[in-house]
């Protein structure tokens, strides 16, 4: 079974990067079936897609996002990683990873999430 | 701001049908794209219920139905169980924006 772990600061400040990792296990990250995705939801709110990976590199970005977010892959240490620049508040959610079924077929597995507070 | 449009909440008693619509346009579900749905639990990440508007992954209940018209989609819930309560997303493919999008949610109450 695939199963997916998010980590990174808990915190960070105004202006800076929020960078966050996942780590893919149970499963290879180098299937070329599948994309891997980064979505978040701040409390209380609803999801938003952040953008996407395939093991080729290829990517797809949230337009409203694109300028600032870069996301990785890592297929020797199966993971992929995700760079949000010049956070603010609104940036404050639960950001979650997940595997997507290939073309737009949506996401089947997912991690558990992780919090992250853009606070002074 | 969600590009798809649902009801804020539906409730039934058990055993009871409860329907959620998700509303799109002419760049997202009126233009073909599929539909998936999700739930989440308090707490806890989405669990993709129906895929490609219709489809359950394995281990999926039948009692969750997904259909899909012209600019929107259905997910149906039969024979509500109490472990029913979460809220439920849409989600599709936005042209226009040029990625996935979700609607606003749905919370499910049963009564």
């Known amino acids: 079974q695939v199963q997916l772990q998010e980590s990174g600061p808990g915190l960070v400040k105004p202006s800076q990067t929020l960078s966050l990792t996942c780590t893919v296990s149970?499963?290879?990250?180098?299937?070329?079936?599948?994309?891997w995705s980064w979505f978040r939801q701040p409390a209380g709110k609803g999801l938003e897609w952040i953008g996407r990976i395939q093991t080729s590199g290829s990517t797809n970005y949230n337009l409203s996002l694109k300028s600032r977010v870069t996301i990785s892959i890592d297929t020797s240490k199966n993971q992929l990683s995700l760079k949000l620049t010049s956070v603010t508040a609104a940036d404050t959610a639960v950001y979650f990873c997940?595997?997507?079924?290939?073309?737009?077929?949506?996401?089947?597995?997912w991690g558990q999430g992780t919090l992250v507070t853009v606070s002074s | 701001q969600s590009v798809l449009t649902q009801p804020p909440s539906v409730s039934g008693a058990p055993g009871q049908r409860v329907t959620i619509s998700c509303t799109g346009s002419?760049?997202?579900?009126?233009?073909?794209?599929?539909v998936h749905w999700y739930q989440q639990l308090p707490g806890a990440a989405p669990k993709l219920l129906i895929s490609?508007?219709?489809n359950r992954p394995s281990g999926v209940p039948e009692r969750y139905v997904g259909s899909k018209s012209v600019t929107s989609a259905s997910l149906a819930i039969t024979g509500l169980q109490a472990e029913d309560e979460a809220d439920y997303y849409c989600q599709t493919y936005d042209s226009s924006l040029s990625g996935y999008v979700f609607g606003t949610g749905t919370k499910v109450t049963v009564l």
């Open positions: 002419s760049s997202n579900i009126g233009a073909g794209y599929d």
């Open positions: 490609g508007n219709s």
């Open positions: 149970g499963g290879s990250i180098s299937s070329s079936n599948h994309y």
């Open positions: 997940a595997r997507d079924l290939s073309g737009w077929y949506g996401s089947d597995y």
